[in-house]
């Protein structure tokens, strides 16, 4: 057996003292897409925030295992460089860094080599034909006045630029209209054409999202802890039943 892309082992997170995540555990190997699904509340962005090393969340026991080596002590920045997606490491606006400024410091750090300006405008302009995003956004600041819809688009281009080998993607917005929604799945189908070992961990609510990309593994998580793995059926029982039949 290879050793997997990415491990969750028996992980316990807690916020503010609360017990969230209980006892998760979770295997990605190359190329596998899994989505997670689960009620409000149950624990999924704390689980994204911790595997990205918000050190709001606390790891209690457990470890996260990136390429076989524990990565739970690294910063947010070692696991970026290292090949590591992480959505929602730059929510804020950034006063005055336009979305190309931004993604040439980003690349940089990632490829670490100067990655010129024009490198970077080349390489961008081609992902944003492919994405269907209009050439004006790369001149933006970054998500000043983004729409839902923009912020998600910039997130998909930085993931596109930045060439993980996993991604893990909270789609928490419920305000994305079904393009927005179309983005992330054009994009994650995309981005895994060119590099088909890319892992995916998707969290999301939308079986519409899941109808296009096709994920390997469907995940339910509860109450802090996944109650059930398997394929689409798992989220096409969820449309017609909803959670209650895997709540204790
Ligand atoms: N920083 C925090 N401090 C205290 N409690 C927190 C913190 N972050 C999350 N929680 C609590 O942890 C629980 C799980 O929240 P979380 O955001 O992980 O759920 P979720 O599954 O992502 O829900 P949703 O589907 O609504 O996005 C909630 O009760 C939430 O209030
Ligand atoms: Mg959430």
Redesign the pocket.
């Known amino acids: 057996m290879p050793t997997p892309l990415f491990e969750v082992k028996d992980l316990h997170v807690t916020?503010?003292g609360?017990s969230?995540?209980k006892g998760l555990s979770l295997t990605i190997n190359k190329g596998e897409v899994h989505a997670i699904m689960?009620?409000?509340?149950?624990?999924?962005?704390?689980?994204?925030?911790t595997l990205l090393g918000n050190p709001?969340?606390k790891i209690k026991s457990g470890q996260i295992i990136f390429h076989g080596e524990d990565i739970s002590g690294w910063s947010t920045d070692a696991r970026a460089k290292a090949g590591m997606f992480l959505a929602f490491q730059y929510p804020q606006e950034i006063a005055g860094v336009s979305v190309i400024q931004f993604l040439r410091q980003a690349v940089s750090a990632r490829k670490a080599t100067d990655i010129s300006a024009l490198e970077i405008r080349f390489e961008m302009m081609e992902w944003m034909d492919k994405l269907g995003m209009d050439p004006s956004f790369s001149q933006r600041y970054l998500n000043e006045g983004f729409s839902g819809g923009e912020k998600k688009r910039n997130e998909i281009l930085q993931m596109a630029l930045l060439e993980p080998e996993i991604a893990i993607l909270?789609e928490?917005d419920s305000g994305l209209d079904i393009d927005a929604l179309r983005v992330v799945a054009r994009g994650v189908n995309e981005v895994r054409k060119k590099n088909p070992d890319l892992g995916v961990a998707l969290?999301t609510?939308y079986q519409r999202i899941l109808d296009e990309l096709s994920p390997d593994f469907v995940h339910i998580?509860i109450d802090?802890n996944i109650v059930a793995s398997g394929g689409m059926e798992l989220s096409e029982r969820l449309e017609s039943e909803g959670y209650e039949g895997w709540r204790k």
């Not at 689960?38 to 925030?49: D, E, I, V, Y």
């Open positions: 916020a503010e609360q969230i995540v689960g009620p409000n509340g149950s624990g999924k962005s704390t689980l994204a925030n709001d969340y909270d928490t969290i609510h998580m802090g």
